[in-house]
């Protein structure tokens, strides 16, 4: 197994994109429907670039045959730059799929992490269905946390479903702990998050 930077020209943008859409099923169902129409919007924003999907923000493991077994989208620091992601999104979709990336956008900042500058954050982890049990997301956090220490950050950062148990116990067997959860009810629907850290 490898973990290396995503080359468009070398990785299949659509395959990254498939895997990002798996991370988080529910929400892009909701706005984009289905897997084929969500996979093919980001794979416009992993292909332009200079956004939170873009391809210098991933990490792709790949086999010894170069087929990509999982990916890890991350970043340092805060997050990007809200003009310039606006810019991007404007620029590479119909505004109708730019406004619902934007809105998913608000939605994650209720639940995800507050970063700081020395922060490396795994903004998503995902492994093919194909390869699960393999190792292969244990083998992303690895890799990510010795490419946080060699940025020179503090901590590494996630977050979590709270109904995500396997991925909690993965994180928490990593040696991540929860630092704060955040979560919103509403009748009988309710969503949230654990944010975890692992001090560096």
């Keep these: 197994m490898h973990l290396q930077k995503m080359d468009k020209e070398k990785h299949d943008p659509l395959k990254v994109s498939a895997l990002i859409y798996e991370a988080d099923v529910d929400t892009f169902n909701f706005f984009f429907g289905n897997s084929k129409n969500a996979s093919q919007k980001i794979e416009k ?97 690895k890799e990510g946390i010795k490419l946080a220490r060699g940025n020179g950050c503090k901590r590494a950062v996630l977050d979590v479903d709270i109904e995500n148990e396997d991925a909690l116990r993965l994180y928490e067997r990593m040696g991540f702990g929860k630092f704060k959860e955040k979560s919103l009810s509403l009748w009988k629907w309710k969503k949230g998050a654990y944010n975890m850290e692992y001090l560096l």
């Design 45 to 141: 924003l992993v292909t332009a670039g200079d956004n939170s999907l873009g391809h210098q923000q991933i990490y792709v493991v790949t086999s010894e045959t170069n087929d990509i077994k999982g990916v890890m989208v991350y970043s340092v620091g805060d997050r990007m730059d809200k003009i310039q992601e606006l810019n991007i999104l404007f620029k590479n979709l119909n505004p109708l799929d730019a406004f619902r990336f934007l809105m998913i956008e608000i939605i994650d900042s209720i639940f995800l992490s507050n970063l700081k500058e020395d922060d490396y954050y795994f903004f998503i982890i995902a492994v093919d269905e194909k390869s699960r049990g393999q190792g292969i997301g244990s083998f992303i956090l």
